[in-house]
């Protein structure tokens, strides 16, 4: 081969290099990512943009408000609501199944070793099934079945909760009060071994998937706002694997699951861990906002990871700004006190529900009483947000107030960060199972807050006392055994860390010591 042929090829391959190069690097930084952007997944219709499972009958698309619309209209929306027949594929949930990737970028260290690889991808399917690999098996997590198309504000607070189907009427009371983002965990009745195809139009899968997008139909908030997750299982209650025989089968109660769920696919960088039947009374979404607004422009030292804390609020400097910096870092919960009427047939109607503190007060002081703390006849839950400084706090001040007697049964209802401890999910069914979610919170070293101005009341309905009864008792021991591993997994984690005896750790260093199993080996790891 001759000198210039041998140029012209070396010419040649340069340039196909060079196209090649310019080919990859375009659709692999360029091409590939809006084309995941934009294009709709496999089982979705590219003209209709809806799954494939998941088409709606546009009878139920008009917008309903919840006021214009009475309760009883809209329960026989759900009473009535035509079949699905016909919008499904044969197997359930196999038409779910996901083939998305979740992609784990690179370090930077590996990246200057070895030069550009792609990532490592993880099947969604299976992060989730480690993700929530403690909660009673069977069980699949459905994340955005339908998400919310609103814009979010990642400083706003998503209220997260869970729902059983025989919820719903009250779920939507809570969407149009609330207006702002809703992450929810909605329990499906799953049949083990069917497909959908095969079961009668009045099973309780069914009856709940036509019930459920006629809710989400039902309002213009709902699409707005609302994100629904799914949680399918076929258990009937926690103590029992007997197979769902109605729509009120709930899924084993498996309460804090759902909540991590909800939780875990929030938008938004702030939480309310809201049970579904309170009444939000009190603009206290607008006040967070305003108050993580104002001390944005604050420098925020990460208290979290180095254990220190500047001086504490609770000794005279208190101030907004340095409790939300706290909240934000995880540091600190806002509280925000619950209330329920005394006579139950009272507290049915939200729209007859205090709208301020003023009128709050007003019935709670009246004799008798007309609203009194939330379950006060089981003082540990509730007590430690001491009611008689709250009322004792002049409406509109605008104070918090740091929890001063915390004890391991409280349980209130927070606003949060995302970033917090998650909610142990070995508790299933009725008893203990928020108060370890508050329980570990406390032990990472977050500090309560109590919103003086604000508060939530809860809609009366009835309790199932013996399904209560009989899961309390099971969760009894499992919450003992729970704050043991609880406090020596939080007391060894801080020994190794070295921040045993910082501010960050004091909570642990208090709690831990009461506990009488522990109580030695606490001693022996705080004293030295």
């Not at 959908?196 to 707005?224: G, W």
């Amino acid at each position: 081969m001759t000198g210039s042929a041998l140029l012209k090829l070396l010419q040649f391959s340069l340039c196909l290099y060079t196209v090649v190069a310019v080919i990859f690097t375009t659709w692999v930084y360029i091409l590939s990512p809006i084309s995941r952007q934009f294009s709709l997944p496999a089982n979705v219709n590219k003209k209709t943009g809806h799954s494939a499972m998941l088409r709606f009958d546009t009878r139920f698309l008009q917008p309903v408000s919840l006021f214009q619309q009475p309760v009883e209209a809209f329960a026989s929306e759900l009473d009535h609501a035509d079949s699905l027949d016909g919008y499904w594929t044969e197997t359930w949930p196999g038409g779910f199944t996901n083939t998305e990737m979740v992609h784990l970028p690179r370090s930077q260290v590996s990246l200057r070793k070895t030069g550009y690889l792609p990532g490592y991808g993880i099947r969604e399917e299976t992060l989730l099934s480690k993700a929530f690999s403690e909660a009673i098996h069977p069980t699949r997590i459905i994340p955005f079945y339908f998400k919310a198309s609103g814009t979010v504000d990642p400083d706003d607070v998503t209220i997260t909760t869970l729902v059983t189907t025989n919820r719903f009427r009250v779920f939507k009371q809570l969407v149009e009060r609330y207006r702002g983002p809703i992450s929810v965990t909605i329990h499906i009745p799953l049949p083990l071994h069917s497909s959908l195809s095969s079961l009668p139009p009045d099973h309780p899968t069914r009856v709940a998937l036509n019930s459920l997008h006629v809710l989400y139909a039902s309002s213009p908030l709902f699409p707005k706002l609302v994100d629904v997750h799914l949680a399918l299982s076929p258990f009937a209650s926690a103590l029992s694997s007997e197979v769902v025989a109605s729509t009120v089968g709930e899924g084993g109660r498996q309460f804090n699951v759902w909540r991590n769920a909800a939780r875990l696919f929030a938008r938004t960088e702030f939480v309310m861990m809201l049970d579904v039947d309170f009444a939000v009374c009190t603009d206290w979404r607008g006040i967070v906002r305003d108050a993580v607004r104002a001390a944005s422009s604050t420098p925020i030292r990460h208290l979290v990871r180095t254990g220190r804390r500047s001086q504490d609020p609770s000794q005279g400097s208190a101030n907004t700004t340095e409790i939300v910096q706290r909240l934000r870092e995880g540091t600190a919960a806002l509280v925000v006190p619950a209330f329920e009427y005394v006579k139950q047939e009272e507290g049915v109607d939200q729209r007859a529900f205090p709208a301020d503190k003023e009128a709050l007060v007003r019935l709670a002081q009246a004799n008798p009483p007309v609203i009194a703390t939330f379950h006060a006849s089981w003082a540990p839950g509730h007590n430690s947000t001491n009611y008689q400084k709250y009322y004792s706090i002049p409406p509109g001040s605008g104070a918090m107030y740091k929890v001063e007697q915390y004890q391991s049964a409280y349980e209130p209802y927070v606003i949060t960060s995302k970033r917090v401890s998650w909610c142990d999910e070995r508790f299933a069914g009725y008893g203990g199972n928020k108060a370890a979610c508050l329980f570990e919170l406390y032990l990472s070293g977050v500090s309560f807050y109590v919103l003086s101005d604000h508060f939530l009341i809860h809609q009366s309905h009835k309790y199932e006392e013996e399904a209560r009864r009989e899961e309390r008792k099971s969760n009894r021991k499992v919450y003992a055994d729970f704050k043991e591993e609880a406090c020596l997994r939080y007391l060894y984690r801080y020994h190794r860390e070295g921040t045993l005896h910082t501010e960050r750790a004091a909570n642990a260093r208090e709690e831990c010591k009461k506990i009488k199993n522990i109580s030695k080996t606490a001693s022996q790891l705080i004293d030295g």
